[in-house]
């Protein structure tokens, strides 16, 4: 693996281990980028619209298994290069891989790469360009946090080619209003960024060329947090919504309970106190 320093201090990672995963035309389909505890995954395949294929989802599967391991890295982004987004899954590749089997492996692979998203002990920020479809806009509804910008185009066409998008469909389900994602999954029709903010598919449209500073704003806020913090909250929060109300306000209470006997805790409130900012140690 080969780590390089740009002159902004920001550290870019090409895999160059045994299974590297690269393009066709030998860029790496996926780019990492390192700075100051937030790293930026980007999407690298941009004559195919960033389409998730079996190589794209094994160096995403890869590149959030390492960074689950990672103490230096506190947010991560999620972002495409080119004009697009993500265009959902590569349809080509599926058409000239047909059968049960291989179907079973690209919709699983992809499944347990937004689960991992979810479940990673990192906030996950999607900066959101061009057309976010079917699987692309999963992906968004998957990360935590998403910000997108004017030309952002969010929609699920798989109704339109006889191919509903059912594993879209749980992302979406678990973040828009039962109608509003139904209206998606049914109709196919393309959904603008302001409406995706209105809706509350993003967090929050704004200029194209404003993108970058509001997702360097957002990543800035969460990285000044206790990553403990930070991760028991995260992972609380996805819990509790599998809960009913009696036992999502039980389990919630034991993880305060825990989280108030932490370093960071006790810091975090002494430094409240003492009217100074606060030393996390991440413990």
Not at 4 to 33: F, I, N
Not at 169 to 195: F, H, Y
Not at 242 to 271: I, R
């Amino acid at each position: 693996m080969t780590v390089t320093t740009d002159s902004s201090g920001a550290k870019r990672t090409d895999a160059k281990r045994s299974g590297a995963k690269r393009s066709d035309g030998g860029a790496p389909v996926l780019r990492r980028d390192d700075a100051g505890g937030v790293v930026t995954l980007t999407l690298n395949r941009p004559a195919a619209r960033n389409s998730l294929s079996l190589e794209l989802l094994a160096a995403l599967q890869e590149a959030l298994d390492a960074i689950a391991r990672d103490e230096t890295a506190r947010v991560v982004v999620i972002a495409g290069n080119g004009p697009a987004f993500c265009a959902g899954h590569d349809i080509k590749e599926l058409r000239a891989n047909p059968g049960r089997q291989a179907y079973e492996t690209v919709f699983g692979r992809c499944s347990q790469m937004m689960m991992s998203v979810v479940r990673l002990p990192k906030p996950v920020i999607a900066r959101v360009h061009g057309m976010a479809t079917a699987a692309g806009c999963q992906l968004v509804a998957s990360c935590d946090l998403a910000v997108a910008g004017a030309s952002a185009r969010f929609c699920t066409p798989g109704v339109n080619i006889g191919l509903f998008c059912s594993t879209p469909m749980v992302a979406l389900s678990r973040n828009l209003p039962r109608k509003r994602a139904l209206e998606m999954l049914l109709t196919g029709e393309i959904v603008d960024a302001d409406e995706a903010a209105r809706w509350g598919l993003v967090n929050r449209a704004v200029p194209d060329d404003k993108l970058d500073d509001a997702v360097a704003d957002l990543a800035a806020q969460i990285v000044a947090k206790s990553p403990l913090t930070l991760a028991i909250g995260k992972a609380a929060y996805y819990r509790q919504l599998e809960l009913t109300l009696p036992d999502a306000y039980d389990y919630a209470s034991e993880v305060m309970t825990e989280n108030m006997l932490a370093h960071d805790a006790e810091e975090g409130l002494d430094a409240f106190l003492e009217k100074r900012p606060p030393v996390w140690r991440g413990r």
